[in-house]
């Protein structure tokens, strides 16, 4: 059964988030979870939403650790218990990939190599461009009064941000 979009278990996250979250804004990330699973624990409703959210973490971890990589005795990244991912939710044994999975699963990971790589040098140029800011704005000490005073940020609704959207 596939299980919709859950406010509910975004709700729980973000209280158990801002309940542990230091006078310096930190999140420990062992408090969180420590959180979650407290608030969890006390909400029996929440319980299958809490369940199918863990196994899609344990199925993309599966995925992950599964992905071809370049093993250090063959040289090579076959390996019969990998696992191609080759879009719209299919996965497959590589030992088991035809010449057109193969293709499929090169032209992917060449996609999602490009999406990776233009968001990383987004952010690191977004990064160079607040500590740049921040040198020239010696009175802003934190990212907050730097985005309102130099970047001109005023904070709408935080569902403009798709924060809790599926």
Known sequence: MRHAFNPALRRIALEAAEQVTTDIGRIHTADFQA????????????????????????MRDFGERRSP??????????????????????????KDATPTDMTQWARLSSRNTVRVISAEAEKQQYALDRTDAFRENPSCERLSQLEEVVFQYRQGTLDDLAFDVA
């Open 35 to 58: 959180a979650l699973s407290g608030r969890l624990r006390e909400n029996k409703e929440l319980y299958d939403a809490a369940i199918y959210k863990a196994t899609q973490a344990m």
């Open 69 to 94: 990589r370049r093993h250090h005795k063959t040289g090579g990244l076959y390996h019969p218990g990998s696992v191609l991912k080759l879009g719209n939710g299919i996965w497959m044994w590589m």
